[in-house]
């Protein structure tokens, strides 16, 4: 078991340096010579390189759809709430302005749903980062209201 998994190591080791070589835009032979490995084994790691890249492509193309229904969908939810925040005149200026700028995050979000450079993993993480602002919103309110 040690040994394969040492054989996996190299395995490894060797296809990252095969992608480096072929990142800076050298040829299979290039890379062969360079590595010290025959032009067949290189050529079987960049196939295996491909593959391994198309079936992540995909996978990504596969669940992209429901990924930006989601995104959207919670777009939409931090707008009603910032919006329903930004007009509340029982809360204090700072905080309605706080709210009215995450509306403003939130409109930005879907400018790069629509611009079609989309970064999902970039778009779910900014949409937890406003949702959990606006929750800290929220908090301020209850407690300003309790206040009163």
Known sequence: MKQSRSRMEQL???RSEVTR???RGYSSRQNASFMNYSQSTILRDERYIDNAYLKESEEY????PAELRRIRLGVNEVLQLCWTLADDSKLDPKTRLQAAALANDSYRLYAELSDGSIDVDKLSSMLARTKDKVEEINVKKQEQQAVF
Do not use: T
């Not at 193309?61 to 992209?64: E, K, P, S, V």
């Open 12 to 14: 490894q080791q060797r």
């Open 61 to 64: 193309i596969r669940r992209l």
């Open 21 to 23: 070589y072929r990142i």
